[in-house]
């Protein structure tokens, strides 16, 4: 799910929507998106074949050029903040880097980026020029250097105990934090790399101890509300948490009837965009939900 130009952009088996009206239905598995210019850039392939990218034309309404990235299938991918290049992450564990003003995808120039030593399962990059970073099946989070080549000067943060699943820098970029299946968030200083805190636990205040990995942070979204900074998390189990930026403290701040929360956003105004197993983006007031 993406946010460009005011308008929600959200993928899943039923293909590539816009503000829940459907735009395209590809021949392959979209599993990410994101939007730069005119174009969305599209993620995914076919399971235990192809990893694909390609592109969404928004001016022409049609389906640009795609190509075959390899035999893994593409979990994720973003563009840069000044839109200049597009980074993905796929099942072998790679995360790697196209220039968006790359017009023929039949030969791009692509560069590797520090592998993950499992499937790479997200990338995010941080506002204001800030570093991509990557999560992995492997527990590590890694900050990638700007430049592509510069492989070996990247860091890679080895603090969770299972799978990272979800990304996200703070406001200002001077952050990121984490979401893993070990049900943990864990905030990291980016210049350094550098531990600041770990939230324990989101999804297991009403679990058995015998069920406590069962609830898997799957989401993050982090965002200025008024002038205020809210970090809020989602889970397999549908549950909506805050974050304290001052401690190790969360809070429950909705249980909805969905099933997993795969993907969460927060709008200029306010809201809070929830992409779920629901048919549909939902939207929630966050200044109602302090």
């Known amino acids: 799910?993406?946010?460009?130009?005011?308008?929600?952009?959200?993928v899943s088996q039923a293909g590539v929507f816009c503000d829940g009206e459907s735009l395209c239905r590809p021949d392959w598995r979209v599993l990410a998106v994101a939007a730069e210019g005119s174009r969305l850039w599209l993620g995914g392939g076919v399971s235990g074949e192809s990893g694909i990218i390609g592109h969404f034309d928004l001016e022409r309404q049609a389906m640009g050029e795609r190509r075959e990235v390899g035999t893994?299938?593409?979990?994720?991918?973003?563009?840069?903040?000044?839109?200049?290049?597009?980074?993905?992450?796929?099942?072998?564990?790679?995360?790697?880097?196209?220039a968006t003003e790359t017009v023929d995808l039949t030969e791009p120039d692509i560069h590797e980026r520090m592998k993950h030593e499992g499937i790479a399962r997200v990338v995010a990059y941080g506002p204001h020029g800030g570093p991509l970073a990557s999560g992995g099946r492997d527990g590590a989070v890694i900050l990638h250097q700007a430049a592509p080549a510069d492989r070996e000067a990247?860091?890679?943060?080895?603090?969770?105990t299972a799978g990272?699943?979800?990304?996200?820098?703070?406001?200002?970029?001077?952050?990121?934090?984490?979401?893993s299946i070990d049900a943990k968030v864990r905030w990291h200083r980016v210049a350094d790399g550098r531990l600041i805190r770990t939230y324990q636990g989101l999804g297991m205040e009403d679990e058995p101890v015998v069920g406590r990995l069962m609830a898997r942070v799957l989401s993050l979204a982090w965002g200025e509300i008024e002038g205020?900074?809210?970090?809020?998390?989602?889970t397999s189990t549908g549950g909506l948490y805050e974050l304290s930026q001052e401690s190790s403290r969360w809070e429950r701040i909705a249980q909805l009837d969905v099933g997993s929360i795969h993907s969460l956003a927060i709008q200029a105004g306010g809201n809070l965009l929830i992409g779920s197993q629901a048919r549909e983006v939902l939207s929630r007031p966050l200044l109602e939900a302090r």
Do not use: C
């Not at 799910?1 to 959200?10: E, L, N, P, Q």
């Not at 990272?164 to 979401?179: K, R, T």
């Not at 205020?228 to 989602?234: F, K, M, Q, T």
């Open 228 to 234: 205020v900074s809210r970090l809020i998390a989602g």
């Open 1 to 10: 799910m993406t946010i460009h130009r005011g308008k929600v952009y959200a």
């Open 154 to 160: 990247s860091r890679r943060l080895q603090e969770h």
């Open 72 to 98: 893994d299938l593409v979990y994720d991918l973003a563009v840069s903040p000044n839109r200049s290049e597009v980074s993905w992450a796929d099942a072998a564990g790679r995360v790697r880097t196209l």
């Open 164 to 179: 990272v699943e979800s990304l996200a820098f703070s406001p200002d970029g001077q952050w990121i934090a984490s979401g």
